[in-house]
């Protein structure tokens, strides 16, 4: 939305892991980066915006192989700087003249590299600094005009560069944290031998993103789905401050929210930020559409029906409705173009109110588009939303319709709020929370013998789950301080009578997912 008024560096994605990744860090530096896809024409990336220099990303396919990915060759006669990682750097190579070859070493790990001459990337950067590598191939001969700068014992071509044409290349990976220096490196280039200006923070954003928000809907109204999740509320916050009265939120309770978090939504952008709010409470509709069904699948698609169903009957009440809302994020525009695959997240699942009828004329409206989830959470802060809210867990669009395993019903959904808002609570009191990715309860449709109060019982079961992720594609399940499980474990069989047992799930993503439906 507002980045062309910045300098940027565009980083080509090879189909690496960790593109997305490469691209935070450069922002990290207060420099515009902007993700394209390997094969992105010299035009293309010139039209990102002003472009100062380019990073080519890593990725598994090997430089040898007949079909592997190549970019542009018009890149390298742009006058920018290249900055190649692992297969940019082999890829590179091998276009400009040099070889690469699959040696019978291959290279996993921590390793340290040997600085043997000066250069503008490794300014300030230790001799023997700790960086990550992952590779099979390497390269054998360089280009003519570069030069070796870092070497390993089993890669003599650690690091090279051509300072005439301001091309550098790196076997290892700077961007991960297993790179003690990697940022450093990341910022000599953006801000060093790029010369960009550090100027790319939420301060300024929000200023670029009201106006264009402004000039983009006039005098138009603009709708809102608002979960109470983070992106949808900094979107909201974001075009209230551009157009105020012209925005109207739709907040649907399907019932199946955590403890008081219907008022407190009410609350805090009714009253505290006084936002239009159009509020269906239709838990009762929910309930209904659930009796009998126990299938996951079965019973998100119910859930994602009805939601899609009651926001447009909340809609059709705010008026003449030009633009709908969405939190969409930078990695779902970068996943949905991406030639290595990927969901398209154009439009999101149900919770982000995709799938409304097609009869319905509004323009998508996405001011979060150009941003990752941490820059989102920071814009958050400067807009007002408090802090709980900033840094809240991700949560379920069906929400706890999908932790109620089995059958849906009031009550076990009352009593799965309640272990719920005691499992969260210890962990925020233990000072445990911003460690933890995701925590979690589910309620099983499993019943145990228990003794409480000198009586036997025959009551649930619940499951606690807390995870460590970057990204949520794999997780690894949080150790969790016995203390804090027995505490939670107590109060949950003392405070919660529909269950008299509670167990803790050590199991990590892959094999499990992170939710249990």
Same mark, same amino acid.
């Given at each position: 939305?507002?980045?062309?008024?910045?300098?940027?560096?565009?980083?080509?994605?090879?189909?690496?892991?960790?593109?997305?990744?490469?691209?935070?860090?450069?922002?990290?530096?207060?420099?515009?980066?902007?993700?394209?896809?390997?094969?992105?024409?010299?035009?293309?990336?010139?039209?990102?915006?002003?472009?100062?220099?380019?990073?080519?990303?890593?990725?598994?396919?090997?430089?040898?192989?007949?079909?592997?990915?190549?970019?542009?060759?018009?890149?390298?006669?742009?006058?920018?700087?290249?900055?190649?990682?692992?297969?940019?750097?082999? %890829?590179?190579?091998?276009?400009? /003249? &040099?070889?690469?070859? +699959?040696?019978?070493?291959?290279?996993?790990?921590? #390793?340290?590299? *040997?600085?043997?001459?000066?250069?503008?990337?490794?300014?300030?950067?230790?001799?023997?600094?700790?960086?990550?590598?992952?590779?099979?191939?390497?390269?054998?001969?360089?280009?003519?005009?570069?030069?070796?700068?870092?070497?390993?014992?089993?890669?003599?071509?650690?690091?090279?560069?051509?300072?005439?044409?301001?091309?550098?290349?790196?076997?290892?990976?700077?961007?991960?944290?297993?790179?003690?220096?990697?940022?450093?490196?990341?910022?000599?280039?953006?801000?060093?031998?790029?010369?960009?200006?550090?100027?790319?923070?939420?301060?300024?954003?929000?200023?670029?993103?009201?106006?264009?928000?402004?000039?983009?809907?006039?005098?138009?109204? %603009?709708?809102?789905?608002?979960? /109470? &999740?983070?992106?949808? +509320?900094?979107?909201?916050?974001?075009?209230?401050? #551009?157009?105020? *009265?012209?925005?109207?939120?739709?907040?649907?309770?399907?019932?199946?929210?955590?403890?008081?978090?219907?008022?407190?939504?009410?609350?805090?952008?009714?009253?505290?930020?006084?936002?239009?709010?159009?509020?269906?409470?239709?838990?009762?509709?929910?309930?209904?559409?659930?009796?009998?069904?126990?299938?996951?699948?079965?019973?998100?698609?119910?859930?994602?029906?009805?939601?899609?169903?009651?926001?447009?009957?909340?809609?059709?009440?705010?008026?003449?409705?030009?633009?709908?809302?969405?939190?969409?994020?930078?990695?779902?525009?970068?996943?949905?173009?991406?030639?290595?695959?990927?969901?398209?997240?154009?439009?999101?699942?149900?919770?982000? %109110?995709?799938?409304?009828?097609?009869?319905?004329?509004?323009?998508?409206?996405?001011?979060?588009?150009?941003?990752?989830?941490?820059?989102?959470?920071?814009?958050?802060?400067?807009?007002?939303?408090?802090?709980?809210?900033?840094?809240?867990?991700?949560?379920?669009?069906?929400?706890?319709?999908?932790?109620?395993?089995?059958?849906?019903?009031?009550?076990?959904?009352?009593?799965?709020?309640?272990?719920?808002?005691?499992?969260?609570?210890?962990?925020?009191?233990?000072?445990?929370?911003?460690?933890?990715?995701?925590?979690?309860?589910?309620?099983?449709?499993?019943?145990?013998?228990?003794?409480?109060?000198?009586?036997?019982?025959?009551?649930?079961?619940?499951?606690?789950?807390?995870?460590?992720?970057?990204?949520?594609?794999?997780?690894?399940?949080?150790?969790?301080?016995?203390? %804090?499980?027995?505490?939670?474990?107590?109060?949950?069989?003392?405070?919660?009578?529909?269950?008299?047992?509670?167990?803790?799930?050590?199991?990590?993503?892959?094999?499990?997912?992170?939710?249990?439906?």
């Amino acid at each position: 939305m507002s980045s062309n008024s910045h300098d940027c560096i565009v980083v080509l994605d090879f189909g690496a892991q960790y593109s997305q990744l490469i691209a935070r860090r450069v922002r990290e530096t207060g420099v515009y980066s902007q993700i394209l896809p390997f094969n992105a024409s010299c035009d293309e990336i010139m039209a990102s915006g002003n472009v100062k220099g380019i990073i080519f990303s890593g990725g598994p396919a090997s430089v040898t192989t007949e079909g592997s990915p190549r970019p542009d060759k018009g890149i390298f006669s742009l006058g920018l700087p290249v900055f190649g990682i692992c297969y940019g750097l082999q %890829v590179m190579s091998v276009m400009l /003249g &040099g070889r690469v070859e +699959s040696p019978e070493h291959k290279e996993y790990g921590i #390793a340290n590299i *040997d600085i043997s001459a000066s250069s503008p990337l490794f300014e300030g950067v230790s001799r023997n600094s700790q960086v990550w590598m992952s590779h099979g191939d390497r390269v054998s001969a360089i280009p003519e005009g570069f030069v070796t700068t870092a070497s390993t014992p089993s890669c003599p071509y650690t690091a090279v560069e051509d300072r005439r044409r301001n091309f550098y290349g790196v076997q290892f990976h700077p961007e991960v944290v297993h790179s003690l220096e990697g940022q450093k490196m990341i910022a000599n280039f953006a801000l060093g031998i790029c010369r960009c200006r550090a100027d790319w923070n939420m301060g300024s954003f929000i200023n670029e993103a009201v106006e264009a928000i402004r000039a983009e809907v006039g005098d138009r109204n %603009v709708l809102c789905g608002l979960s /109470g &999740g983070v992106d949808s +509320s900094v979107a909201a916050l974001l075009i209230h401050r #551009a157009i105020g *009265d012209q925005l109207v939120c739709v907040f649907v309770n399907n019932g199946m929210l955590r403890k008081g978090e219907a008022q407190s939504v009410l609350d805090l952008f009714g009253k505290n930020f006084n936002i239009r709010l159009q509020y269906a409470d239709a838990e009762n509709d929910f309930l209904e559409a659930l009796k009998g069904k126990t299938d996951p699948e079965d019973k998100r698609k119910t859930i994602g029906k009805l939601f899609v169903d009651t926001f447009y009957n909340e809609a059709r009440k705010c008026g003449d409705i030009s633009y709908l809302a969405q939190g969409t994020l930078y990695p779902d525009i970068v996943e949905s173009r991406s030639p290595f695959g990927g969901p398209s997240a154009t439009i999101k699942s149900h919770h982000n %109110v995709g799938g409304l009828p097609s009869d319905l004329k509004w323009k998508l409206l996405e001011p979060l588009k150009d941003l990752f989830k941490d820059e989102v959470r920071d814009l958050g802060r400067q807009l007002g939303l408090p802090e709980e809210l900033v840094n809240r867990h991700p949560f379920p669009g069906p929400g706890l319709g999908v932790r109620c395993i089995g059958e849906v019903t009031k009550e076990r959904l009352d009593a799965l709020r309640e272990i719920d808002a005691i499992f969260i609570e210890e962990i925020r009191k233990a000072g445990l929370y911003g460690e933890i990715w995701q925590a979690l309860a589910d309620l099983l449709p499993v019943k145990s013998v228990g003794v409480q109060g000198d009586e036997r019982t025959y009551r649930e079961v619940c499951t606690l789950r807390a995870v460590t992720s970057a990204d949520a594609m794999t997780a690894d399940w949080y150790r969790m301080p016995y203390d %804090v499980m027995q505490k939670v474990a107590s109060r949950i069989c003392n405070e919660v009578s529909a269950v008299n047992r509670v167990l803790y799930d050590i199991t990590s993503k892959p094999p499990a997912t992170i939710e249990w439906e």
